[in-house]
């Protein structure tokens, strides 16, 4: 299974750390946040990670070039950044087949294993890992419409979130994911969701479970920088 890693992000929240690198190039316990990334996607069980590139994208592929731990790397060149399902819809010649997605600014403090095995259940055709937030969180990201463990329906940033259950950067996903993110319509700010193309796939028949994995930091500001630094140390 290969693994996609969208990092073309700049993270203008985090300042002066990201004024002349990639925000996936900052120091996360004496690490880039990509090498922590990369990691997971490998210990998960990744034989090749591609990699969506956009702001100072060169500085990655001088970083780490061609391979990471034996897994080769294939960079994809985001010329704008609109949005994750734009992202994820740049690197579809150089994906086959079911896949593992993590945003390239999530750092978990354990396996994302679980969601690839749940995803080769029989009958499954992706996974979501998720997990509980407050209702005021709910709206600044994809909230679930679910029934049990099945999800029946995603939302990206609502005024009203129908739950407080929500995604948390790692996906596996079908091929088809491609064709969807080709379908959906930008947001009133330009961008193309992820979230609204799972929702497509919902809404025709596919079969999208979630799962819960252990504590993780999605790293937009210096205080999360020091959130992930006790994590990945803890």
Not at 83 to 104: K, S, T
Not at 199 to 210: F, K, M, N, Q, S
């Amino acid at each position: 299974m290969q693994a996609l890693i969208p990092a073309a992000g700049r993270g203008t929240r985090l300042g002066e750390r990201t004024k002349t690198r990639p925000k996936g190039l900052i120091e996360v316990a004496g690490r880039s946040l990509l090498a922590h990334v990369f990691e997971t996607a490998v210990d998960a069980g990744a034989d090749g990670l591609v990699v969506v590139i956009g702001y100072e994208g060169a500085q990655i592929v001088d970083r780490f070039g061609d391979s990471f731990a034996g897994a080769p790397i294939t960079y994809v060149h985001q010329r704008e950044q609109l949005g994750l399902g734009h992202a994820v819809l740049q690197a579809e010649p150089h994906v086959d087949g079911l896949f593992l997605l993590l945003n390239g600014d999530n750092v978990f403090a354990g396996s994302v294993a679980p969601a690839v095995a749940a995803a080769e259940k029989a009958g499954i055709d992706g996974v979501l890992a998720v997990e509980e937030v407050s209702k005021a969180e709910a709206k600044t990201t994809g909230v679930l419409e679910h029934d049990r463990d099945r999800v029946t329906g995603l939302v990206e940033k609502p005024d009203d979130p129908p739950s407080t259950l929500v995604t948390t950067g790692c996906y596996v996903l079908p091929a088809d994911i491609f064709h969807a993110c080709a379908l959906v319509q930008p947001s009133a700010e330009g961008e193309y969701q992820l979230s609204d193309a799972v929702g497509l796939l919902v809404r025709a028949g596919y079969d999208i479970e979630t799962v819960r994995l252990g504590e993780r930091v999605n790293v937009n500001t210096p205080a999360d920088v020091e959130r992930a630094v006790r994590l990945v140390q803890n």
